[in-house]
């Protein structure tokens, strides 16, 4: 028995070279596993399930392919927060919350996409907080594919351009956070995204050891965490 967990793949068409590493790992080690969940970012972007191409049938069809050998649960992360069950059942895959605790082998594991933790940046928290409201997110579906893909894109470039102002402390999560939400969930194993900065971090948690996993984007690298009753490894491989 063995739990796979990615994030961060922002796959798109431009990155033909990410699409196809994440084809090949569904095939060759995810589906190996009795569990793959996926924390959020999966797409570069989602304007709703309506939008259908090639491409996405593509993801979809090997996702379903997966699902044959494997679980798979998929968490909403800052790009693909519009992907609606629709889009996940036809995938085989389940929608969870994030926050998301879970046991496994024996102990309380706490999974999130990571934004929550980056409390720093007020101006993406108000962002976030926004975007998540239901009736935002009904008005913004309303719309035609092609006005949700400008107002998509208009809001990567301000993004990116608030990011590039940004001090990198801000864009990393709080440790007070990070402690305070392990406390309330009385776990001392975290694993997240988002922040883009893979590494396995010992801290304290109410005076017990705990550590904080952080899965790596796939860039030049594709990163995995893999989990069995003996081992919790962060694992990459390279993107050719």
Known sequence: MAYCFISDLHLHEGRPDITQAFLTFLEETASKAEKLYILGDLFETWIG????NDFISGIREALLK???????????GNRDFLLGHEFAFSSG???ITDP???EMFGKPVLLMHGDLLCTEDVDYQSFRKTSRDP???????SKSLIERNE??????DISKQATEQKKENIMDVTPSEVSKT?????????????THRPNSHDIEINNQPAKRIVLGDWDKYGWYLWMDSSSCELKKFSIS
């Open 49 to 52: 399930d309506d939008n259908q």
């Open 182 to 194: 392990m406390e309330n969930f009385s776990v001392n194993l975290l694993i997240h995204g988002h």
């Open 151 to 156: 107002i998509a894109r208009e809001l990567r």
């Open 100 to 102: 998301r605790l879970e």
């Open 66 to 76: 997966t699902n044959q050998t494997a679980e798979i649960y998929m968490m909403h």
């Open 93 to 95: 895959m389940t929608l």
């Open 135 to 141: 009736q935002w997110q009904k008005e913004f579906l």
